[in-house]
């Protein structure tokens, strides 16, 4: 059973910067990626990143709302994740998930997609 958990949100101002991490306990699996969910929207993918399983080599997806400011690492040996944010908006407001799946049944930046959550962390960018 994978069990992951989220840290480092908090409060910013705009243009400002963060970094969340993820920590996994569990099997590792091929697939994580970070979730946030604004008040009154959906939960939509911001980055997720691939590991192919002969190589471990690292592929990465990210929404284009966030391409060239937010950069998503993982260290597969001790099963971590993070996200470095940068050039902070309002829009980025939001709770952010940690996930995870070994089966992309959807695209890696599709919620279906993934199996196992975090309970979340809270980011809020103040204008």
């Known amino acids: 059973q994978v069990q992951l958990s989220e840290s480092g949100g908090g409060s910013v101002q705009a243009g400002g910067s963060l970094r969340l991490s993820c920590t996994a306990s569990?099997?590792?699996?091929?697939?994580m990626g970070w979730f946030r969910q604004a008040p009154g929207k959906e939960r939509e993918g911001v980055a997720a990143q691939l590991l192919e399983k002969q190589t471990y080599d690292a592929k990465a997806y990210y929404a284009d709302s966030v391409k060239g400011r937010f950069t998503i690492s993982r260290d597969a040996a001790r099963n971590t994740m993070d996200l470095q944010m940068i050039e902070l908006t309002p829009e980025d407001t939001g709770v952010y998930y940690c996930?995870?799946?070994?089966?992309?049944?959807?695209?890696?930046?599709?919620?279906?997609?993934?199996?196992?959550w975090g309970p979340g962390t809270q980011v809020t960018v103040a204008s």
């Open positions: 996930a995870s799946t070994n089966f992309l049944l959807w695209g890696p930046l599709d919620r279906r997609s993934y199996e196992y």
């Open positions: 569990g099997p590792t699996v091929n697939t």
